[in-house]
């Protein structure tokens, strides 16, 4: 089966400092990554998503990279604020199987005004 | 543009009994996936639906079944509830049904199996 995992389970920060959240998958034909957010009795929110033909994307105050060389996927927040507190997974997905998406187990951000 | 709509948001069933949980997609979107999240084993694959039809399925057993409606709206029903499946089912929709696109999930429902 596949397998996605997160280095880190929590993650404390200061407001205003950067986050970086870190995510490892072991699946090479997974072609397609999404970051979510989820808050305490929410679904997922989409953040961001990238395609394995790239390695950089940007978007209103996150960025994620990706390194197909060592299955290594990290979400980085910038200006981390309280809002940015909840639990953050990657998810991929190889095209070719559909909608089916695999997660990582997660990592709580927690920010520390 | 309206979101993915759960419902119910939250269910307390006995064990033995059966389930149905009901996904609206956002408007347009014609896949439907669901998923069982739980603290010991996170966020995992149950189903997809496109066209009314399974296109992919999780290693979940028997118990579990869905389908989708003409309008793409979907229903997953569980039976014989046991005490492991208390959980929360979330649906998430995506325009197309190939892959690589963007699934928007709802906020779930919250099934306790007592």
């Known amino acids: 089966g596949e397998s996605v995992g997160l280095h880190l389970p929590t993650l404390s920060v200061q407001e205003g400092d950067n986050s970086i959240i870190n995510c490892a998958y072991s699946?090479?034909?997974?072609?397609?990554f999404i970051w979510y957010k989820q808050e305490s009795g929410k679904g997922p929110q989409f953040i961001i998503d990238i395609r394995s033909n790239m390695d950089k994307r940007q978007g209103q105050r996150v960025t994620v990279l990706l390194n197909k060389t060592v299955k290594h996927l990290s979400l980085q927040i910038a200006a981390t604020q309280p809002g940015d507190s909840a639990v953050y997974f990657c998810a991929e997905n190889e095209g070719n199987t559909g909608n089916q998406f695999y997660f990582g187990t997660g990592t709580s951000l927690t920010v520390i005004p | 543009k309206a979101g993915v709509t759960q419902t119910p948001r939250y269910l307390i069933k006995t064990r033995g009994q059966q389930v149905t949980l009901s996904c609206s997609p956002i408007s347009g979107h014609r896949s439907v996936s669901w998923y069982q999240q739980t603290p010991g084993q996170g966020l995992q694959f149950l189903f997809e639906?496109?066209?009314?039809?399974?296109?992919n399925k999780g290693n979940f057993p028997g118990r579990f079944s869905g389908r989708q409606f003409s309008n793409s709206r979907s229903e997953m029903n569980v039976s014989t509830l046991e005490l492991g499946d208390s959980a929360l089912y979330l649906c998430?929709?995506?325009?197309?049904?190939?892959?690589?696109?963007?699934?928007?999930f709802g906020q779930g429902t919250r099934l306790t199996v007592v």
């Open positions: 998430a929709s995506s325009l197309i049904q190939g892959g690589n696109t963007e699934a928007f």
């Open positions: 699946n090479s034909a997974s072609d397609y």
């Open positions: 639906y496109f066209s009314e039809t399974q296109r």
